[in-house]
């Protein structure tokens, strides 16, 4: 097709049409076959884009959502002038995205475009390597963790006869490697680097946001791979981000990234949680601590006012009861938390840089850390009238032998705030001025959108208008998959009990392996394994035995080999085939009850009249709950069963709501009827 006649049928055909024959030409080009609801997402993608209300829109697996919403904005992005955004929760979406799903799909229909699609990735600035860091313009650090080569407690450089010298720990090792690596790199990405690295090494090559000295400052902007990054997202068509860059552009007002006209948000169920733990802040006595001694080595400051007003703040908070704050912060921490504040003022401005001084690393690191406390405890002192929730935190230990135990009160806490809510702030950062196109195999319950719609901000007065739409999906769910929950057992209690295992143990046995193990803890999941493992003849992987990869890999090529795991496996495990041919769930995952935030939210949502266990707690769970249930049926071909061991579920008045979120599966209590199944499928 030439070139005048492809720019002519662009002109001429509507931008639904445009969008619906690229993706037939892409499905026959990649081999896939057409789905209903992948053209209907198609259609409600690009009615989102013309009308400029906003979508909701639930796809299930299976229905090709990334190219459901990819083409659309491809057609956009040929008449538009500003670069559309997709955000993810994960990186493993992320990589999928840049790593497969758009080289694909811009392979299949590069030749039906006028011109070529430009597609960016763009994350945060500690993503990258830092090249002022690597040629030492930032200072070593007194810590382990600040210094290039003083790493962990070997300090020390082997000198072994007809050897080359180098360092003698492992991560030390790590940091030889990355700055060999970051010699060679286009990108300075650290999920290009193979194999990885630790954080702690990272951390030796990389700075913050707050750390950098800014483009401004900085003698190697110009090469910095953050600020090309950006730079080429600014030139991009689409560019591909998470949803913490989104929080910080909306909550911010930070240009993390180019002004853009459209975004799709995948993993939207994520949203509200990823945007709360970007926003949620933590200040402690060792911040302040560590903010002064670092002031004092680079910028030469007395520092003897932040040294007491951080005793005062240790003073004020000991005995402080670990949990919410309902009121806030009483007069005695707030008398500390001021003093705090206007200690980390002065030394503000007794560090500022004389009149046209060079770029200083050191300053600027400690200066960072200064406006850090100063900017908490503003936001302290504020939190009842910005509506924000104060909790205090402290870390316990865990002892072989005796497991867990808390941390006593009079340790020094963290004192967190966050948002009550982060409608108000997304309505006003992210949904007033840009077209968002959210989507997720999860977002409604039911047929309703509305609980996912009211964390967001798009309910109530002056909310603006969106729709939403469940596009279905393509497997038949009643005909290829069994829920059983096992209401005879008692309601759950502490740990996983003597009942559960057995339960376990007859489920595995007549699938015959095969099973993915969902648990509540990551210590649920370890003892179980450890326990059945005696037991049963199956071989039993637990998360944590290697890394996450190449767990599933071994799943997933190992047809009766088992994996336990907890949460980050819920979303994270996509096995098809009779490998994952039974999913466990151990309990229901709502939120813990002593969670100050979740108690904080429930709270407000009572005083509106609202019913603040479903509104918080239950729909929570229920989101988390489908995507667990999820990972069974993968494929057109799959078959299995889903087995809840809590019988909640089955008995509680409330389980009605979160069964109304889960794939329609057929259904029982029956366990001898889930056996019998579990018997045919493994061919036993």
């Known amino acids: 097709m030439s070139e005048a006649v492809r720019q002519e049928r662009v002109d001429t055909v509507s931008l639904g049409g445009r969008a619906l024959e690229l993706l037939d030409h892409a499905v026959e080009a990649m081999g896939g076959q057409r789905r209903d609801g992948q053209q209907e997402m198609v259609r409600r993608v690009v009615a989102a884009i013309e009308s400029g209300d906003h979508l909701l829109v639930q796809a299930g697996t299976g229905t ?45 229909i590069g030749p039906l475009l006028p011109r070529p699609i430009d597609v960016a990735l763009v994350k945060g600035r500690s993503n990258y390597v830092c090249k002022h860091k690597l040629g030492g313009g930032f200072p070593t650090e007194e810590s382990t963790e600040g210094a290039l080569f003083s790493l962990g407690e070997d300090t020390s450089v082997v000198h072994l006869p007809g050897a080359k010298a180098g360092p003698s720990s492992a991560m030390g090792r790590e940091v030889v490697r990355l700055r060999e690596w970051a010699e060679e790199t286009a990108t300075g990405d650290r999920d290009e680097l193979t194999p990885g690295v630790t954080d702690k090494a990272w951390r030796q090559v990389s700075v913050t946001s707050m750390e950098c000295l800014g483009a401004q400052k900085c003698p190697l902007a110009e090469v910095c791979f953050s600020e090309l990054a950006r730079a080429r997202g ?203 196109v959210l989507t997720s195999a999860t977002l409604a319950i039911g047929d309703s959108f509305t609980p996912t719609a009211g964390g967001l901000g798009l309910l109530g007065a002056n909310a603006p208008a969106w ?54 803890s990551r210590r649920a999941a370890e003892d179980a394994a450890e326990k059945l493992r005696k037991s049963l003849s199956v071989k039993i992987l637990c998360q944590g035995d290697s890394s996450m990869a190449a767990l599933i890999k071994e799943f997933a090529e190992e047809a009766d080999t088992c994996l336990f795991g907890t949460m980050s496996l819920w979303q994270g495990v996509d096995v098809q085939g009779a490998s994952c041919r039974l999913v466990v769930i151990d309990r229901i995952p709502f939120p813990r009850p002593d969670d100050p935030l979740v108690t904080a939210r429930a709270r407000a949502v009572a005083q509106n009249g ?32 889903v087995a809840v061991l809590d019988s909640r579920l089955a008995n509680a008045g409330y389980g009605g709501f979160l069964r109304a979120a889960l794939p329609p599966f057929w259904s029982t209590r029956d366990r001898s009827v889930a056996l019998a199944a579990l018997q045919r499928l493994s061919g036993r």
């Open 64 to 108: 090709g959502k990334s190219l459901a919403y990819l083409i659309p904005l491809i057609v956009h992005a040929l008449e538009s002038e500003k670069p559309s955004v997709v955000a993810t929760a994960t990186l493993a979406l992320q990589a999928q995205i840049v790593g497969r799903d758009v080289p694909r799909l811009l392979a299949a």
């Open 234 to 436: 600014g030139q991009a068509d689409i560019v591909v981000t998470n949803h913490a860059m989104l929080a910080i552009s909306a909550f911010e007002g930070i240009a993390v990234l180019p002004d853009y006209d459209i975004v799709v948000i995948d993993e939207a169920h994520e949203l509200q949680d990823r945007v709360t733990g970007a926003v949620t802040g933590q200040l402690s006595v060792q911040m302040v601590q560590v903010a002064a001694s670092s002031a004092r080595k680079h910028t030469g400051i007395s520092v003897e006012a932040l040294h007491a007003a951080a005793t005062a703040l240790d003073f004020a908070f000991a005995g402080t009861p670990t949990g919410l704050l309902p009121n806030g912060l009483g007069a005695e921490h707030t008398a500390a938390v001021e003093q705090v504040r206007d200690a980390a003022r002065v030394a503000l401005s007794d560090s500022k840089p004389e009149g046209n001084a060079a770029a200083d690393g050191g300053r600027s690191i400690a200066r960072s850390r200064l406006n850090l406390v100063f900017d908490l405890c503003e936001r302290l002192l504020d939190a009842r009238d910005a509506r924000e929730v104060v909790w205090t935190s402290r870390q316990g230990t865990f002892t072989p032998g005796r497991g867990y135990q808390k941390a006593d009160d009079a340790e020094p806490p963290v004192i967190n705030i966050a948002p009550l809510s982060v409608a108000g702030k997304l309505r006003e950062g992210l949904f007033a001025d840009h077209t968002v």
């Open 467 to 520: 729709t939403g739409a469940d596009v279905g999906s393509p497997f038949d769910y009643t005909k290829q998959g069994m829920l059983y929950v096992a209401a005879h057992l008692q309601k759950p209690g502490f740990g996983t009990s003597p009942e559960q295992l057995a339960e376990l143990a007859a489920l595995i046995t007549a699938a015959g392996g095969g099973t993915l193990a969902l648990f509540s």
């Open 610 to 641: 609202g019913d603040g266990f479903i509104a918080v707690s239950a729909t929570h769970a229920a989101v988390r709950l489908a995507q667990g249930v999820g990972r069974l049926i993968r494929s057109s071909t799959d078959r299995g069963v």
